[in-house]
């Protein structure tokens, strides 16, 4: 396959499966009913939950200057801020550029080498990483009882054991694999764990680590938060248990990497999730809809301040200097 169409394919695939899932959320429940849960909608929560988001993206800025310092490089906290949500704007057009944009911007108004500002996003992503593992795994444990009575109902438990003993027996495959293997596949992902194994270290041999420490938990507990109270914003979905706030957040934040910006996976991963506890199909797509475009409505109007006043402040930083 050629450089030209892989990149094609990277661009239009996520934006082809965030087209044909807005179509499926839609075809679930009609566009007036969807509007009717928009209009009906306790807005003083939906504000709450942007709010919150709004707080973890400030964390997300400050927490860079922890990373950036260290390499001795001073990040001036309105260009990281601008910086943050540009970023999150521009993936809703290219998955991922957003990452490469952010560092640019820092390269550009701040002077921190291209290569030396991505590296820093590659480690924050890493702490995010380990911080959703964190969270995943917290909910295996929480939740344990019903997610063994829900598969025991559905499957048979043999079943289960056996297809847990086979997926352990593949995963030791695999790390046997890799370990011993000169391949290229093997040498890739041999290098993509040594990256991710010195991007948790890096974090541990910081000056601020506690403080930076301190922030990524903030900003995962303002994702979780801001998802909790918004659910407050429906009253089919006010009440709903804790088991179901956790694993659809779980399922939505896994969306997100699918297409741009979530569009159209974001309300079906919810639905999904939501459907394992029986919650009705109509305000589960509609809870969806309005955490997804309340978030995004953020995103656009503060990523687009954001594009248009960072060449502005930095013209009157230069000015003063």
């Not at 709010?51 to 964390?59: K, N, R």
Request: no cysteine; proline share 3%; net charge positive.
């Amino acid at each position: 396959m050629s450089t030209k169409l892989k990149s094609i394919l990277k661009l239009t695939l996520p934006l082809a499966l965030g087209v044909a899932l807005v179509w499926y959320s839609i075809a679930q429940i009609s566009l007036p009913t969807l509007l009717e849960y928009f209009k009906g909608a306790e807005y003083t929560w939906i504000g709450f939950g942007v709010v919150l988001g709004i707080l973890s993206h400030l964390s997300r800025a400050y927490r860079w200057k922890f990373m950036v310092e260290p390499m001795g490089y001073h990040l001036r906290l309105p260009n990281s801020i601008m910086s943050v949500f540009a970023a999150y704007l521009i993936n809703y057009t290219i998955p991922r550029a957003g990452e490469i944009s952010r560092a640019s911007i820092i390269t550009n108004y701040e002077g921190v080498p291209f290569e030396k500002a991505f590296g820093t996003i590659v480690a924050e992503r890493v702490a995010d990483m380990v911080v959703m593992a964190v969270i995943i795994v917290s909910t295996l444990f929480l939740e344990f009882d019903f997610i063994y009575t829900f598969f025991s109902e559905r499957f048979d438990p043999g079943k289960i054991i056996g297809g847990l003993v086979v997926l352990i027996l593949l995963f030791a495959g695999v790390v046997l694999f890799v370990r011993q293997s000169q391949t290229g596949i093997a040498k890739r992902i041999k290098a993509f764990l040594q990256g991710l194994v010195e991007g948790i270290l890096s974090i541990f041999r910081m000056k601020q680590k506690w403080a930076f420490i301190f922030h990524t938990i903030f900003i995962w507990v303002m994702y979780l938060m801001m998802f909790y109270v918004t659910s407050f914003s429906l009253e089919e979905t006010a009440n709903i248990p804790l088991a179901a706030i956790l694993i659809g957040f779980i399922s939505a934040s896994f969306s997100i990497a699918a297409t741009n910006g979530g569009i159209g996976a974001y309300p079906v991963a919810i639905f999904a999730a939501f459907a394992l506890f029986g919650i009705a199909k109509e305000p589960s797509i509609a809870f969806g809809w309005i955490m997804w475009s309340s978030q995004t409505l953020m995103i656009i109007l503060l990523g687009g301040l954001s594009l248009v006043f960072l060449p502005i402040f930095n013209r009157k930083s230069k000015r003063k200097t």
